[in-house]
């Protein structure tokens, strides 16, 4: 399965990987291997995990506080990224773009 990140998504990430840059540069390494384990689960078992709403799932990851929105297209085979998400943020926010 393929994926593809929603530009919003992508701007999140790098936002994410940015500040734990900041702050050491050896944890913005460790976000990006956590995200990279993250998105390998989800294309391996893209349903494993809880619907938000409607076909959006969320899938954590496991050191950092963030979770992946996504949903999959299976005519394209494809698993859509819509949203790298800190879970403290309004967990509705990303719930906007269109892809």
Known sequence: MNYS????????????????????????????????????????????????????????LKRFPFGIIYKVDKKKDMCLIFAVMHLHRNPRYWEEPEF
């Open 5 to 60: 990140l929603h530009p919003e998504a992508v701007r999140e990430f790098d936002k994410a990987t940015g500040y734990y840059r900041e702050i050491q540069p050896s944890l913005s390494n460790k976000f990006e291997d956590d995200f990279d384990f993250t998105l390998e689960r989800i294309l391996s078992f893209p349903k494993a995990w809880p619907i938000m709403r409607g076909d959006f799932r969320r899938c954590l």
